[in-house]
């Protein structure tokens, strides 16, 4: 294709709404446009970077005995209620009706198409497994785009689902999709991914996995322990608390705290460490407003998804009033007045002299000990795992905290879905049993935008040639010189006849802006034609990437141009193995 | 492929909500399920029908310059509020809105989008022409939807965007269009489609084409002049009446026609031609409930599309109350008390002796003379051209009325958008200008369905071997023979190694099931192996289609099943030219 037909514009300046690169690389690339809030139209060289990777993964999915299928975006709310999720799901489910006032959904996710296409087909054992997928446009309403196409509201994915008859089948097929996906993010050029085990949310069932790719930018937090390899998302890590209680508990005692809200306040102003304090974290349930009240160590932070899943409820965090009962500022577990659930984190188990709010304005108590005062509660893991914590796995106290964008991820169902919306099979002795589920998803824009925040400079996106736009950028500076012109025509024609992929820019530019294009492009691949090599009877051939750069005989060009793509190509596949 | 993976049932007995055989058929052969009213699931039999489609459909966009983009599904009614459309539309047009109680709507065309997407791109004449396409599912709430995949609410369409700086220029890009069209639907299988007139309706614009396969069961009406080529669909083709005024007119008399309130029971009680009457035709405008009378010549029927053209608004057939003052079955020109808006059709235009409704109960009035009794009124095209009609092109009574399904269409559009958008140019003597488009669909699902539509027989599908799900089925009857089963096996390894696409049926079933499989999954070549034909040292090959049935020796069986693959390839290009 040549260069000067593309739709789209490139331009220099970064767009001061992107927070990370690959936002504003693809927004100066011409790869994407704002529509709306999470919503973006996307130009051609993003349209061939995603088919790409949409061929990737078909490719990975067939050979994993995956049979392509399509739900529809718009569903019936009633298959919704079938599972029970049109009501459990919040407001990022968008509903609607039409217009004969049925009421009908956009589909965020697809478990429930799933079961519904194939409920009749897995009536009997001898029909299993099997899985089906899907790459199709989904709609989820997020409370807060952001990164561009790393979190979008409109996005496409693949989807796929998979049916089985035991437990131990599916694990066996969960094996062979969670090779498939390492697979596929390393033809996609970002083989560095990384497995960690996730919180499986509204999507049901225990076992899970996200795929990550570690980057500072990323929205994710992952624990991480060196010493014997454990990974998991924050939302997953258990969070180990060892209580070191001191000998003798102190008195309780009442202080004056004035002006001390916050419990780094506290602590200073009675030189304290914060890990002899007990803070409250309030929330909201959303759908009843109930306040929850969270007690944790001072020096700990809440996970909102670890108290999400104890209360089976989406919780925001609460706007607390005067006639709540709860005296923001001062909250402690004792002589709590106000109406609320009330939950401990494991960390004050076994405490003492501690120093926790009083419930009344300007005060709280020193020499707490949770147990004598408090009596029997109930503990749990609702605070997030730091830096240096122990490891769950090894215990050691090694954990590193990252971030990271999660590229993809693979869930073991359980029949959550095939029991609420009842499908059955007879198994070989002719008892209904519920097929059991595993489901498999990779956001197709978010991987794009992925590997251009894990590979680039700030010049451009430097695509792995597996997905890249195209594979060869033919500059033929000075294209009023006929001489450069006859040559680079020459070359990109019979590039082409050979099958490589190859946008042409023979506009009559400076040589500063046509390169400054090229690095938006992306291409791996660069041919430089100008008066200057044609002198020396060479042309330049350099790597997006810096790793080459070559001045080849003008006799040699095509060919080494094509042996360079087959070299590339080869090194993708070369760090599957 | 194995045909006992195929997720999906397949059975015989025609589904009885399946009113056009293409529908049956799709349903029958496990190609398509039914979710909601006019929403369906694709199982892979019919995605790989539609990917082959697809395929041909960016080979020739590409062909034609066009670029691939993609638009979103969901768009902010804001930029709908810019064309206009957001309020002109009816409930066609899906919408809702979001968590912060922003209005969205669903795309069911994508105009707005893509002027959105190249307005800062199309700012000087040097950018033009150029042309952007993206194949996305949308969503169109329509009132009737039928046929299965012929008319669906949420669908699959290839739509184009065409943008130029002259009328000039678009018309040679329209033709360049028009013959890509032509090139598609041959590819497609089905180069019988024949292009007629159109009328533009809610895309604006003046000239447009339609692509019609035309069929007993499609739901366009369209009119044809063998004599001249003239070709229309019924909402575009003029109808042009020649009236006979008798040579003297009757006194105007009021006659008692009791229980006469049809048209057809009035002239027969009065023993008149229904072309000597004049009928009124009653309609409400969708937004106001406003009364809109037609009166036409009693043979003839009004065009609904006309009349909605004409007043700029949706009507719908009226409710007539008492209030309205209108006399429900005695409707007539003269002494009309009620309010509402008056048209005339051309038919009655010159006519004399007519009758025509009293606006009394029970009577109607004889020898009504339109110019003598009423003064000059203004005429208007409302009627349906009829069969034997006047050819507006040649003048010739030789209108024939046919069936089809519109399986593309192509609109030139004009500045309808670019001007409501504000979407200028400079051109080459600086002067700010509109641009001027073009847009070119087809719906991917219907066009599936159509091709099945026109190529079946009562057992199955008939697949052009371009969009065939499978190109060739092989069935291994009798397959515990362990030889008939260990030559049917290599046959199906050797032919994937050639890249033939072959679905092997090798179950334990009897001939007659497989065989109806078969049928259902309408891969053009079949080969039978069986332990009778191996014991004759041969396979049958044979086409789905009948048009050749060989008993081929085993040792040539691979060869000829690959040379009848590309022959019937072959035969597909042929077609072109």
């Known amino acids: 294709m040549k260069l000067n037909k593309i739709v789209g514009d490139r331009f220099k300046e970064r767009p001061s709404d992107c927070v990370i690169d690959s936002h504003a690389l693809l927004v100066r690339g011409g790869y994407m446009k704002y529509v709306a809030n999470g919503i973006f139209s996307s130009y051609t060289p ?77 009536q009997t054992y001898a029909k299993y497994p099997f899985m089906i997928y899907q790459i199709q446009t989904k709609f989820r309403d997020e409370a807060r785009p952001r990164g561009g196409l790393i979190r979008t509201r409109e996005f496409t994915m693949k989807d796929a689902y998979s049916f ?44 899970s996995h996200e795929y990550m790719l570690l980057t500072p930018v990323g929205e994710d937090t992952i624990a991480i322990c060196p010493e014997c390899g454990y990974r998991a998302n924050m939302d997953a890590a258990e969070s180990i608390i060892e209580n070191i209680r001191d000998k003798a508990s102190k008195k309780i005692t009442e202080v004056n ?25 309030v929330y909201q349930k959303n759908h009843s407003d109930e306040y929850v009240i ?81 009596g029997k509660v109930i503990y749990g893991d609702f605070a997030k795992i730091t830096e240096g914590g122990i490891c769950p796995n090894c215990k050691k106290h090694s954990i590193t905290v990252s971030k990271g964008i999660e590229v993809g991820n693979i869930f073991q169902l359980g029949d959550k879905y095939t029991k609420a919306m009842n499908m059955t099979y007879l198994d070989n002795e002719g008892n209904a049993q519920y097929p059991i589920m595993g489901c498999y998803g990779i956001g197709v824009g978010r991987l794009a935008a992925s590997v251009c925040e894990a590979s680039h400079d700030a010049y451009g996106p430097i695509w792995p040639i597996s997905i890249a736009p195209w594979e060869v950028h033919i500059c033929c500076v000075r294209s009023d010189t006929p001489e450069v012109k006859q040559f680079a025509d020459e070359l990109y024609q019979n590039l082409l006849k050979k099958n490589i992929e190859v946008i042409y820019d023979d506009r009559q530019i400076s040589a500063g802006v046509m390169f400054s294009d090229a690095d938006l492009i992306g291409a791996p691949i660069r041919v430089i034609v100008s008066p200057r090599n044609l002198k020396e009877n060479i042309v ?38």
């Open 164 to 207: 089985h008859t035991s437990q131990s089948d599916l694990e066996e097929y969960y094996k062979r999709c969670y090779d498939a996906y390492n697979r596929i993010f390393a033809r996609a050029g970002i083989p560095e991914v990384i497995t960690v085990q996730s919180d499986s949310g509204i999507m049901g069932g225990n076992i």
């Open 257 to 281: 705290t004035p002006n001390s809200t916050t419990i780094e306040e506290v602590a200073a102003f009675l030189q304290a460490p914060l890990n002899k304090t007990c803070k409250a974290v």
């Open 46 to 122: 993003l349209v061939r970077v995603t088919d790409k990777i949409k061929k990737i993964i078909r490719e990975e999915m067939d050979a994993v005995d995956g049979q392509e299928v399509l739900f529809p975006v718009v569903m019936p709310a009633t298959l919704w209620q079938e599972s029970g999720r049109y009501d459990s799901i919040g407001s990022e489910l968008v509903r609607f009706s039409d217009r004969n006032d049925n009421r009908l959904v956009l589909g965020m996710t697809h478990e429930e198409a799933a079961v519904h296409l194939v409920r009749e087909f897995g």
């Open 294 to 374: 969270l007690f944790i160590r001072g020096d700990l932070e809440a996970n909102e998804t670890k108290l999400t899943n104890f209360l089976h409820c989406d919780i925001h965090p609460a706007v607390i009033t005067e006639e709540s009962g709860i005296t923001a500022g001062f909250i402690g577990p004792l002589n709590l007045k106000a109406k609320c659930v009330t939950l401990f984190d494991n960390s004050l188990s076994n405490t003492n002299n501690m120093i926790c709010g009083a419930n009344k304005k300007d005060y709280h108590l020193t020499g707490f000990d949770i147990e004598r005062d408090l």
């Open 540 to 577: 330049e051939i350099t790597a997006r990437d810096k790793s080459f750069a070559l001045k080849t005989p003008l006799t040699e060009a095509e060919q080494t141009v094509i042996e360079k793509v087959t070299e590339l190509k080869k090194e993708i596949f070369d760090k599957l193995k």
